[in-house]
């Protein structure tokens, strides 16, 4: 496999990195590569061309912003392995929180952060795999670092980017470096800490706690209190019921 370890800045330890020009989308290169991978690897391409977004949507990928996979093998159950997209969003958040102060940052269940309540990254999770863990699981980010995408229609939440919000101009392999950095460093937190240590950091920077929100699963919407994420990463509302744990749905505010 054809790796580069001209990292720009930093670069963790035990990390893998290639950069591409263009490629249909990064996680699917990460789902052609996975056979060959050894230790994790960040495959990161200056565009894509059918880059894909949760729940089947497109994601826009003007030139300038960060379009990345990260994939790997955990040890780790689907259910486990999707805990990843707690990880990663934090991991994004103190990237982020280099270039825009961290008050204009916050997130939002399951893997979107925003800024100054816009969406500036998404993340995808896709994994295969027939045994009690997955062979492979792969992260994939995008950032608007540089540009805001044109013709979002279908999103929740309008898209925003760095730029538009004045935060400082970053490279996308120069972000790809702080973001790597974090992510390795929650990695090792849920290593020595466990996945409540993840948990209670998302909480922290979690947009509209103890708020009424809507969490739409496309058989019902259901609206309650955002009481919490649980230990399995679901959203935990309190409604008219009482409390009701969701594992997947698309919030709105
Ligand atoms: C979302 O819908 O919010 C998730 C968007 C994820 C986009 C990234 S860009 C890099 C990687 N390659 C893709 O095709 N999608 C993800």
Known sequence: MSTDDNAHGHWPEGYARVVLDTVDSTMAEAARRAPDIERPTWIVAKTQTAARGRRGRPWIVPKGNLNATLIFRPEAT????????????NALY????????????????P?????????VAGILLESSGRGPFVDWLSIGIGV???????????????????????????????????????????????????????????MHKAARLG??????????????????????????LITGTGPRAIPAADVYF
């Open 144 to 202: 608007n670092l540089r540009h805001t995408p044109d013709g979002v229609t279908d999103a929740s939440f309008a898209p925003t980017s760095l730029r538009e919000e004045g935060g400082w101009e970053v490279a996308p392999l120069d972000f790809l470096a702080t973001l790597a950095d974090a992510y390795a460093t929650q990695e090792a937190k849920l290593l020595r800490l466990g996945f409540d240590r993840i948990r209670e950091d998302w």
């Open 94 to 109: 103190h990237a982020l929180s280099i270039y825009v102060p961290a008050e204009k940052l916050s997130l939002k269940w």
């Open 78 to 89: 689907a259910a486990e392995a999707a805990k990843r997209s707690f990880l990663a969003a």
């Open 211 to 236: 708020e009424v929100i809507t969490a739409s699963t496309g058989r019902e919407e259901i609206t309650g209190i955002f009481d919490s994420i649980d230990r399995d990463g679901n959203l935990v």
């Open 111 to 119: 893997n979107d952060v925003l800024l100054c309540g816009g969406k």
